[in-house]
């Protein structure tokens, strides 16, 4: 019995030790809570919260582009798109893999996510996968979808190019976002944009177009989805971009765009009082729709590998020989200088040859069994007939300094367009000429030079520009596409219009268009004293014209073309040029057309000129 | 004997024999703490109903264990012990994996089951038998014999592996030989020699236990890895601070930013939605658990209840102070849920039925006078 008594008083003992030690234990245990829970309650609140609330930016509307008449040329459309958040994501196969049994994703579409994959984005951006997801394909990844963190199902506004590769290079388009972009980029202005203009108005009104991002406090599940808004925390909305109006006509450029047909060439019309460009077409173009939703690789190696480069915009970055369409600008830059007058007279017998050489210069009309001329020749009839001999002479008498600083005036040899992004062309000089080849200018340059020939390149805009300079009787206005926007544009002033053209008179301007007018409706006078394009355009025109023909010899065939004989050969013919106004005495339009390779001006340009004017000033278009 | 604290409750028409032995103080805590925790559960309606079954079965179960007298049992201890280890021994060879380790044993129309959770009852059940007519004082040959009853399990289910219930099983049996007037001397011998191995102990450990220990003692350097449940059961009590933030308003949990909320973390909840407060009420409530167990057992009438008791007390307080000492990043994630609040079925019926047992250690001491 005392046994027990000891045993069960040892028992008691170690019971309340072992009480005791749990005790303190406890207390330990209480020790980290009061310092976790009390003491850095702050710290882990704040952490709380970072963990669970996101700022996130709402991207803005981008404006909306119209075209003079009010039909929409760039409207954003909502689409639905399944993206991948790459860092939430345990694998990226696994998670392809699975999609693909829900939705239908195609070799191409899982290439380029691993490309877009690949290059260097922000960190946690979602990437997409399928874009244009249909109401079943959504309706099944919210279904099944829900388990896998890291895909989303994004609703976003995309750019819509409504008349597709009609207006493409009138307007240009939006591209998506690439690592470049991110390097130049305003982080926060452009945090909840995933595109930017890249191409046309699109790139050159940017900063109007995109607006003002805004923001909004979310909160996230540990997979990064959102739940829901906290509005109590405040939001700041975004404000959509500006909505322009461009002077372009969507009218006149599909009549253009149909006028040019299968041809490669390009065409631009200019509203001569304003400068307003009407319709720019360059063919063959592109639909720019694909690009924004992601355009396969074998598609867009097709665009990009064609010789007919449909992705390159010619209108405004393809740089030709004028031909003749520079022959009235030598004839005022002579009347300028004083060398000629309307009165002064030649015999053009087809040849020119430069004192002391032995080369010939040729009139166009030259056949191997003809040696061609226009016979007795003023400078009416050296317009209207396009007499090379006469301006020959005129041309080397001017001299190169003369007459390059008089086609200045024009806009030759510098972009001149307000807001479009185009090429400068080349407006040779003594001087241009030792830095670009290497070699003093010659005689002979200046011949070639002024029949439109030779080192002078020209874009069809600047061609437009010059027959709008020649419609306003020397009075200018720079070509532009904006004709109007809602607000203000920031960080646009416009600059003031440069000087009227100096040196023609009031009588030379009215001659010149004269001249011009004969090239189109002087008719039935007997051989040789036609203007060049009445057989094909002036025997049905209903208004005046002025207008002026170019036939550009291809002097140079580019490398990469003379293993396709046939190709080559057909790349070897001249462009074809045509200028035109109308009506004569009240220009309403100015418009240059370019047929790459297409032949002779007068027969292959002209009728492709007078249908886009047709479109523009009859009644019975209007209607179209 | 004199003070006599038990309340025995009697079922209206009950003859001689008490219908339900119950001890209240015991049965309003555990009930208490059971409560709690379908509270916490009830923000997802399937776990909720789970958990309420599982505790009706379980508290059933406790209420008739309660009434089985600790001597029947006595002389099925080895067997117990010995089916205990050879459950362990078929885990270990044709166990179902679940996260990496062999602990479940599915049998056809049975629901599953952890032997080692069995053994939490088994080995101090086979200890107090073991004791319970050894000669006082303890010889050292009692003691040796002692440690390898308790080791065999212990090495068995370190192997499985499940480090967390090893040590818990382990602490089951080193307390009942405590309890049973083990020298001073022994153990701390024995605990020195356990210091001195721990090198060897390390070298064995697998390697997601060693990376478990080192992300404890550095969380941020694997954030969204092995540290994450630290990271994110730490910011979630923290963020609690003193009153909480609410029934059912723990962003942590709600977002699925803390892992196993309703399992083994549930007490990281408890901590952000009440706070400072309702941890404290946790904690005082598992003390009167320990403390009214523990008082039942130093009541018990022979040696045998006496340490069955104050074995299965300790092995519960072993729960809980793993399990809140882990969500707080005091030691090792190691899967061990919370005593009577966390989600789960085997290891709460484990809980009850040694509670079961404590109670009718006490109760039945009348009956055998």
């Known amino acids: 019995m005392e046994d027990h008594e000891i045993e069960t008083r040892g028992f008691v003992a170690r019971a309340i030790f072992i009480f005791l030690a749990a005790a303190v234990l406890m207390l330990g245990l209480l020790a980290r809570f009061v310092d976790l829970q009390i003491l850095k309650h702050g710290d882990f609140s704040t952490r709380a919260d970072e963990n669970r609330i996101q700022v996130q930016p709402i991207a803005p509307d981008r404006g909306l582009i119209y075209d003079r008449r009010g039909v929409l040329l760039a409207d954003n459309r909502p689409i639905r798109t399944l993206a991948v958040v790459a860092e939430r994501v345990a694998s990226l196969d696994t998670a392809i893999g699975e999609l693909a049994s829900l939705v239908d994703i195609s070799d191409d579409e899982i290439a380029e996510f691993r490309r877009r994959i690949e290059q260097s984005r922000r960190p946690y951006e979602p990437v997409a996968l399928k874009m244009n997801l249909t109401d079943e394909e959504v309706a099944r990844i919210r279904v099944n979808g829900h388990r896998w963190a890291g895909i989303e199902v994004v609703e976003e506004n995309l750019r819509y190019y409504p008349l597709g590769s009609l207006m493409v290079h009138a307007v240009g388009s939006v591209r998506r976002i690439d690592e470049d972009d991110l390097e130049t980029l305003d982080a926060v202005r452009y945090s909840g944009t995933k595109f930017i203009g890249r191409f046309g108005v699109e790139q050159f009104y940017e900063r109007s177009l995109h607006g003002e991002v805004g923001y909004r406090h979310v909160e996230i599940d540990v997979r990064g989805r959102v739940l829901r808004k906290l509005e109590e925390l405040g939001e700041e909305p975004a404000v959509a971009g500006q909505n322009l109006t461009l002077h372009l006509d969507s009218r006149l450029q599909t009549a253009a765009y149909a006028a040019l047909g299968e041809r490669r060439g390009a065409i631009v019309a200019l509203h001569p009082r304003s400068g307003g460009i009407l319709a720019l077409v360059s063919n063959p173009g592109y639909d720019p729709n694909p690009f924004i939703t992601g355009i396969p690789q074998e598609e867009y190696r097709l665009l990009a590998g064609s010789p007919n480069t449909p992705l390159f915009n010619r209108a405004t970055r393809g740089t030709y020989a004028p031909g003749s369409t520079f022959k009235p600008i030598v004839a005022l830059a002579g009347l300028t200088a004083g060398v000629t007058d309307w009165e002064r007279t030649i015999i053009d017998n087809g040849e020119f040859r430069l004192p002391g050489q032995r080369r010939v210069y040729r009139d166009w009309s030259w056949t191997p069994t003809n040696s061609g001329g226009q016979g007795i020749v003023d400078l009416r009839k050296a317009i209207f007939r396009s007499s090379n001999v006469y301006f020959y002479q005129l041309g080397t008498r001017v001299g190169i300094d003369s007459l390059g600083e008089f086609a200045s005036q024009f806009g030759f040899g510098a972009a001149t367009a307000l807001d479009v992004d185009a090429a400068d062309g080349v407006l040779p000089t003594r001087v241009w000429k030792k830095g670009d080849r290497g070699e003093d200018w010659y005689l002979g340059d200046t011949v070639n030079m002024s029949i439109g020939q030779g080192h002078l390149l020209v874009t069809p805009l600047q061609l437009a520009t010059s027959a709008m300079v020649i419609a306003n009787r020397g009075r200018w206005v720079q070509p532009r596409l904006l004709l109007s926007s809602d607000a203000g544009l920031s960080g646009f002033d416009a600059p003031s219009p440069p000087q009227p053209v100096r040196g023609p008179t009031e009588q030379d301007w009215e001659m010149l268009v004269d001249a011009m007018e004969d090239v189109v409706h002087r008719g039935n006078q007997g051989f040789r004293e036609n203007g060049t394009a009445w057989f094909y355009i002036g025997q049905d025109i209903g208004y005046r014209m002025a207008g002026k023909s170019g036939s550009a010899q291809v002097v140079e065939i580019r490398q990469g073309e003379e293993y396709d004989e046939e190709a080559l050969d057909e790349r070897q013919r001249k462009h074809a040029w045509f200028i035109a106004f109308a009506p004569a005495d009240d220009p309403r339009i100015a418009v240059s057309v370019l047929v790459e390779n297409g032949g002779g001006g007068s027969s292959v340009a002209a009728p492709v000129a007078k249908e886009v004017i047709d479109a523009y000033l009859l009644p019975q278009y209007a209607r179209l | ?369």
């Open chain 2, 1 to 369: 004997m004199a003070n006599d604290f038990v309340r025995q409750l009697s079922l209206p028409g009950a003859s001689r024999a008490p219908a339900v032995r119950l001890d209240a103080v015991l049965c309003i805590s555990i009930l208490a703490a059971i409560v709690l925790g379908l509270v916490v559960h009830y923000r997802d309606p399937v776990t909720f109903h789970g958990q309420l079954v599982r505790m009706v079965l379980g508290f059933a179960i406790l209420v008739v264990v309660a009434r089985i007298e600790p001597r029947r049992y006595l002389p099925w201890a080895p067997t117990i012990y010995g089916a205990a280890l050879a459950l362990l021994l078929v885990v270990l060879l044709f166990g179902a994996a679940a996260k990496g380790s062999q602990r479940w044993i599915d049998l056809p129309g049975l629901p599953r089951f952890q032997p080692s959770e069995l053994m939490k009852v088994a080995l101090p059940l086979m200890l107090a038998w073991y004791f319970h007519d050894r000669r006082i004082p303890l010889r050292f040959r009692d003691f040796l014999v002692a440690l390898a009853i308790a080791a065999v399990p212990v090495l068995l289910v370190v192997r499985q592996p499940d480090l967390g219930t090893g040590v818990l099983v382990a602490a089951s049996g080193l307390a009942v030989i405590f309890l049973a007037g083990a020298s001073w001397r022994w153990l701390f011998g024995s605990l020195a020699l356990g210091v001195a191995a721990t090198p060897v102990l390390w070298m064995s450990l697998r390697d997601y236990q060693q990376e478990r220990i080192r992300t404890l003692f550095n969380p941020e350097t694997d954030p969204l890895g092995a540290g994450w449940s630290i990271i994110q059961s730490t910011t979630a009590i923290g963020s609690g601070g003193l009153l909480g933030k609410g029934y059912r308003e723990s962003t942590q949990s709600r977002l699925d930013f803390l892992p196993e909320s309703s399992t083994d973390f549930i007490i990281a909840v408890i901590g952000e939605e009440w706070g400072f407060v309702g941890i404290l009420f946790l904690l005082f409530l598992y003390l009167v658990i320990l403390a009214r167990g523990l008082h039942l057992a130093t009541l018990a009438p022979d040696r045998f209840g006496r340490l069955l008791a104050g074995g299965l007390m300790l092995t519960f307080f072993a729960h809980v102070f793993v399990n809140i000492a882990m969500v707080c990043g005091l030691v090792p994630v190691v899967g061990v849920p919370l005593p009577l609040v966390s989600y789960g079925g085997t290891s709460a019926l484990s809980i009850l039925i040694g509670c079961g047992i404590v109670m009718s250690i006490h109760t039945h001491r009348a009956g055998r006078r």
